[in-house]
């Protein structure tokens, strides 16, 4: 008898740039957890993700290199569902290895899904991890819900899961969007051994967050962004203030194109701000990354930035390169892009779940893997958690970074990872 054809896939836009660019110092992994009111089950967890991954087929996805590209195959490995042992973010791609681009552990009450960038973004992969714990939940507490069975609002198809947002979308047009590289300020300092990255948690009150960005006028992303450039600044002696501080801002482009794709579907942006040039003062830094992120979220705006990449990958001479050698120009083209950030910021949003696991649930949170400075965040009912990952030993910018919040009368609950230094 026949072995079934393996299925395969293309890489989407984002993921092709992932490959080129893992490596010890940054991983490209990124880890979501739900922190549950109960010890994790451990064989209830697995059978939940034997129900997710029926939904989400191409998890079980591994990745291959072929002549030009990158590429993704199906395969025949079962995911094991370990306690957590190991550091966050550890490499989870080897070219070599065909291993799995994601994994599942628990530790204590918490649940966490680590996923390699190539196979899904953030907002897939909290998907993912939210069916991954409604299952979880549904079989823990099967009596609690025979009356009424909760329901799930993520309902797309597998063709919708599957679906490449990037290619769909890019129309082909010319476009004359030029991204400007300014050389940014680079936070500097020592390292942490072995590549590992600090961790360091704040949880807050949202409804007391959300009121503090309402008192300013503005939002939670621009406040928070505002807060982590004045942070930076202050570490910044006044020689070094002739490089603006510039932040990386993941967008998800499924706000502003119609799409259910569990795969990557992001834009970057990068908000600068100049400390020599301009005043410095809070009030400022918030009208002025206002006044940034509302023209660059324009639809408009990353329609240009998106069909500028996907140009690119169209380019008929480009995908005749071996990709070996596409390799090397891709490294070099984002190693060029990072000497104008000097640290990134992403905002998640609000997480749901169905009311009826709120006794269950007390918190979700997210951060990555990095080789500088990162900072994450994501809310759940009434727990707003903001999370440091960095490759430095020092900790004063996040210091400062909650000092301020806490000084806003917001009670910040911090918590961190164990180093041995």
């Not at 040039?277 to 990354?289: C, I, N, P, Y």
Request: glycine share 4%.
């Amino acid at each position: 008898m026949k072995n079934e054809p393996r299925q395969w896939s293309r890489l989407d836009n984002a993921a092709k740039v992932f490959p080129a660019n893992s490596g010890k110092a940054d991983t490209k992994v990124f880890r979501f957890a739900c922190e549950l009111t109960e010890d994790v089950d451990a064989e209830i967890l697995e059978e939940a993700l034997e129900k997710t991954l029926k939904l989400f087929p191409h998890y079980n996805f591994v990745m291959r290199h072929g002549l030009f590209w990158h590429y993704f195959e199906s395969s025949d490995l079962t995911p094991e569902i370990t306690q957590e042992c190991q550091r966050p973010c550890r490499p989870m791609y080897d070219i070599d290895a065909g291993r799995l681009l994601y994994e599942v552990t628990y530790y204590r009450r918490r649940i966490n899904v680590e996923v390699y960038h190539a196979l899904t973004d953030g907002t897939g992969a909290l998907q993912f991890l939210r069916v991954l714990v409604f299952h979880y939940l549904v079989l823990c507490h099967e009596d609690d819900f025979m009356d009424a069975p909760p329901k799930m609002d993520y309902d797309a198809s597998f063709a919708q899961k599957l679906d490449d947002s990037f290619r769909k979308y890019y129309s082909g047009q010319k476009t004359h969007y030029k991204s400007q590289l300014k050389r940014a300020y680079k936070i500097k300092g020592q390292r942490i051994s072995e590549h590992r990255i600090k961790v360091i948690e704040g949880i807050m009150n949202t409804q007391t967050v959300l009121a503090k960005a309402r008192e300013l006028k503005t939002t939670v992303t621009v406040m928070l962004t505002a807060l982590l450039m004045r942070a930076i600044a202050d570490e910044m002696s006044l020689r070094e203030q002739k490089r603006p501080v510039v932040l990386s801002i993941p967008v998800n482009l499924r706000k502003y194109f119609e799409s259910q794709t569990a795969r990557n579907f992001f834009g970057v942006i990068n908000i600068h701000y100049d400390f020599k040039m301009r005043s410095g003062t809070f009030d400022d830094l918030v009208a002025e990354v206002d006044r940034q992120l509302k023209y660059e979220l324009e639809k408009e705006q990353l329609e240009k930035r998106m069909n500028a990449m996907a140009a690119l990958e169209n380019n008929l001479l480009a995908r005749m390169v071996p990709l070996p050698i596409k390799d090397i120009i891709i490294k070099g083209a984002v190693s060029l892009s990072e000497l104008g950030v000097t640290a990134s910021l992403s905002n998640i949003g609000r997480v749901s779940m169905p009311d009826a696991f709120k006794p269950y649930i007390r918190l979700f949170d997210v951060f990555v893997s990095t080789d500088k400075l990162q900072i994450c965040m994501c809310s759940y009912e009434d727990h707003m958690v903001v999370t440091f990952t960095s490759a430095f030993v020092h900790t004063d910018i996040q210091r400062r970074f909650f000092r301020a919040l806490t000084g806003m009368g917001v009670d910040v609950e911090i918590v961190s990872n164990l180093m041995e230094e």
